[in-house]
């Protein structure tokens, strides 16, 4: 059966879950599946999302103690399903709907056959639009909800996972719902259903302030004021919690107006910088070390408002720290260095140059502070050293060649020995904002070999987990951020569109723009995942996703991508790339490892072993998969053993993945087939 086939059969019949199971046939008819362990089984494979459930797994879901002729019964549910489901199916024609494979069963329906995946995909969809466009988006989602997702079973062990997970997004799309009517001028809309919101669920804060905030929009201070107070006391009564310091902060503007309903033109924000800017030019000496502190951290907040403002910290940080080494106080060069605790996601650094410098300089301080020097302020030069260590950041000479057994690089020992002891000394200072510097440190360090993205995965729920406790904006965004690259590696697209829609809401409300570079890369790569059979969804895709690069001030990131995104249907089609539509490109950093493979594309297989021969192996870092991967197909084709014996072991520790996609930008293909051509030639 094609894959256009499987589709076709898939959409054809609809199912439901966000309520009591259900099934209705192409014409929007009931389909009567049978009884409740019919509809269990129909569920059961639902919730496994297209993959194959074994016939044991079933059985063990189903009863808690098996009865004797259970693996019968669940094979007697399955075929009446099956008859109900495809009712045209001829007899002993294989099923193109609920197939029989391996051990066990699969359910396909195609991508918007199921309530519960519809309902995901618009709320991610609703994160792209603009406010008033978003919230009829996730109004008409939220009408598919008729009840508890899987409400016949709500007792299964089995459901307790995606119920949980569907609840929460549904949580979250009452939320957004509503700040995007605030934000579009409707607020008094917004007010019924969150007042309904907070009093179901008294533990969500951002309820209550979305809340207090359509209040306050419609007029009403006096309601939002008290809202604002019985969230505290609901808050410490239940949770023994203060309130955030999004609630805390919405407070005092709601008092302040209270308290001054005539200042209707409220001061704005360039002239409160203007007025602080004079003050300070004006009581602090223009020598002072203070100004330099000030500066690093005014550097620190601008690399967070966009292009233009990192290229800029960027270009005056080295500066910075130069002039504080120069003035002898190795405190104060310390505390220089460590304020730029910048979220960093990306594992190739900007400026190499700049990013060797800096770690250079803050050992030469490590070595110069006094013994009686703040802990924090050494962990923070120690978190300094493991971020703009990252990839082979360090590696001033030649690096170490792929056809070569790997080699101990002391810059990569120093780099991740500095992240572990940055991470220790916060853990024992209890330092919120100095444990998510050094857990930045440690995820940057996590890329030592293929396949630890179930690492980084941990690393970005520690930081989100963190950041929510303490308020902290920036690691909140890189943790989820971390966490959509990690989600799609392990393959779980469901976790990482809700941590990518999470993203867009923080970029919003926080002015962060950099990070939705980082989404919407993210959603080109969940549009091959998804479809791999439809390039013109994936090349629309990724063209948005390319415009972004131009102007995002990120060459680390940026350069050579858009060509990848080109090579890569063609690998994936097992293909070699000919000459003629790559002419010209831009490879950047991943010439090296492109290169066999255009070579061998271009009919010019000596010289492909030769660039295989010489070519460095790839850095550690997000690409590193990818690129080996590049290296293995390239030395199957050739017969290079060497190279393809390095390759397949590099690779092993991803064997179940697709190639790249921890990355969240692109995908080779799952690795396994890699493995499979490096195998045959390096004797793997």
């Known amino acids: ?71 019968g019964a669940v ?28 051990p066990g069963y699969v359910l396909r329906p195609g991508p918007g056959a199921v309530d519960a995946w519809r309902f995901e995909a618009e709320v991610a969809r609703a994160a792209a639009l603009a406010p008033a466009e978003a919230a009829p988006v996730l109004d008409a989602a939220l009408a598919t909800w008729r009840g508890p997702a899987y409400a016949d079973f709500p007792a299964a062990p089995w459901a307790s996972a995606d119920r949980a997970r569907l609840t929460e997004l549904r949580l979250h799309a009452v939320e957004r719902r509503a700040d995007a009517l605030i934000r579009s001028g409707a607020a008094r809309e917004a007010v019924w259903d969150l007042d309904a919101h907070v009093a179901e669920h008294p533990w969500r804060e951002d ?32 949770l023994g919690a203060d309130p955030g310091p999004g609630l805390a902060r919405l407070e005092r503007e709601v ?132 971020v703009e260590s990252r990839g082979d950041a360090l590696a001033e000479g030649a690096v170490e060649r792929a056809a070569a057994p790997p080699a101990r690089e002391p810059w990569r020992r120093r780099a991740a020995q500095a992240a572990a002891e940055a991470e220790a000394a916060a853990r024992r200072l209890h330092d919120a904002a100095l444990l998510a510097f050094a857990l930045n440190g440690t995820f940057l360090q996590s890329f030592s070999r293929c396949g630890l993205a179930a690492r980084r995965d941990a690393v970005g ?108 249907p063609v690998v994936r089609s097992g293909a070699l790339p000919e000459p003629e539509p790559f002419a010209g490109a831009d490879w950047g950093p991943y010439a090296p490892w492109v290169r066999p493979l255009l070579l061998l594309g271009a009919d010019r297989p000596d010289d492909a072993r030769e660039a295989l021969r010489t070519a460095p192996r790839p850095p550690h870092d997000h690409m590193a998969e990818a690129m080996w991967c590049l290296l293995a197909r390239a030395a199957a084709r050739t017969g290079e053993p060497r190279v393809a014996a390095r390759a397949a072991a590099e690779l092993a520790p991803a064997r179940g993945r697709q190639a790249g996609a921890a990355s969240g930008l692109l995908t080779f293909g799952p690795v396994a087939g890699y493995l499979a051509e490096a195998g045959a030639v390096g004797g793997a």
Do not use: N
């Open 461 to 568: 729920a520690e930081l989100v987990e963190l950041a929510r406790a303490h308020g902290l904006v920036g690691p909140e965004v890189l943790g989820r951020l971390i966490r959509v690259q990690a989600l799609a590696g392990l393959g779980d697209l469901a976790g990482a569109d809700l941590q990518a829609t999470a993203v867009d809401r923080l970029a919003d409300r926080y002015e962060r723009p950099l990070a939705r570079v980082f989404t919407t890369w993210y959603r080109a790569l969940r549009t091959t995942l998804a479809d791999p059979s439809d390039p013109a969804a994936e090349e629309t895709a990724y063209a948005e996703a390319v415009a972004l690069l131009a102007g995002c001030g990120m060459p680390g990131f940026a350069t050579g991508l858009p060509a990848l995104t080109r090579l890569a």
């Open 1 to 71: 059966m094609s894959p256009t086939e499987a589709a076709e059969a898939g959409e054809a019949v609809r199912f439901a879950v966000l309520g009591p199971v259900g099934c209705e046939d192409g014409q929007g008819r009931p389909v009567r599946l049978g009884g409740p362990r019919h509809r269990e089984v129909v569920a059961r494979l639902l919730v496994a999302r297209r993959r194959v459930v074994p016939v044991d797994r079933l059985v063990a879901d189903l009863w808690e103690e098996p009865p004797p002729g259970a693996v």
């Open 255 to 386: 008092l302040l107006q209270a308290d001054h309903p005539e200042a209707v033109a409220p001061v704005t924000g360039d002239e409160v910088w203007s007025r602080a800017a004079a003050a300070y030019e004006g009581a602090v000496p223009a020598r002072s070390p203070a100004r330099l502190e000030a500066t690093a951290g005014l550097l620190r907040e601008l690399a967070v408002t966009g292009a233009g403002g990192l290229g800029a910290a960027r270009q005056h940080r080295a500066a910075a720290v130069a002039a504080a080494e120069r003035t002898g106080d190795a405190e104060l060069a310390a505390r220089v260095i460590g304020v730029y605790d910048v979220p960093a996601v990306w594992s190739r650094v900007d400026d190499a140059d700049a990013a060797r410098a800096v770690v250079k300089a803050a050992e030469r301080v490590l070595a110069r502070l006094p013994g009686d020097a703040p802990e924090t302020v050494r962990a923070r030069l120690l978190a300094s050293v493991a």
């Open 207 to 238: 309820g209550w302030q979305l809340l207090a905030t359509a209040l306050h929009r419609s007029g009403r201070q006096g309601d939002a004021l008290t809202v604002l107070r019985r969230a505290r006391q609901v808050l410490a009564d239940q």
């Open 75 to 102: 094979r007697t549910f399955v075929a009446e399903v099956r008859r109900a489901v495809e009712p045209g199916r001829r007899p002993r024609a294989p099923s193109r709907l609920l197939a029989t494979e391996g």
